[in-house]
């Protein structure tokens, strides 16, 4: 079982970057798939992005796509989301999701996600 806990959110101007992290705890974080979700005050929670537990497969919401990269070191029991070009509507509070083995089906459904963070608040102003 892994615990996941999210850093690195903050307040930034449109057009900014931040980058978020998310640490998971235990000895077999490499064997996880790691997603980000995100969620803004009175929207269902939407999917961002997810990495397969090699790193070799990724997938990104149409909506960031260009604009924010995930990563992972295993290593370091880390994921990551690169946030570049950031837009006022990106402000949300972003979720760390993880889930045992190969990338969920359907990767886009959060509850195919048996592992969350407590979230980390994102704030984009114009």
């Known amino acids: 079982q892994v615990q996941l806990v999210e850093s690195g959110g903050g307040l930034v101007q449109a057009g900014g970057s931040l980058r978020l992290s998310c640490a998971g705890s235990?000895?077999?974080?490499?064997?996880?798939?790691m997603g980000w979700f995100r969620q803004a005050p009175g929207k269902e929670r939407e999917f961002v992005a997810v990495?397969?537990?090699?790193?070799?497969?990724?997938y990104y919401a149409e909506s960031v796509k260009g604009r924010f990269t995930i990563s992972r070191d295993n290593a370091k029991n880390t994921v990551y989301l690169q946030m570049n070009s950031l837009k006022p509507e990106d402000t949300a509070v972003y979720y760390c999701?993880?889930?045992?083995?190969?990338?969920?089906?359907?990767?886009?459904?959060?509850?195919?996600?048996?592992?969350w963070g407590q979230g980390t608040q994102v704030t984009v102003s114009s």
């Open positions: 990495i397969s537990w090699s790193g070799g497969t990724t």
């Open positions: 999701a993880a889930d045992y083995g190969a990338v969920p089906t359907p990767y886009r459904v959060a509850y195919k996600y048996s592992y």
């Open positions: 235990g000895r077999t974080f490499s064997n996880y798939a």
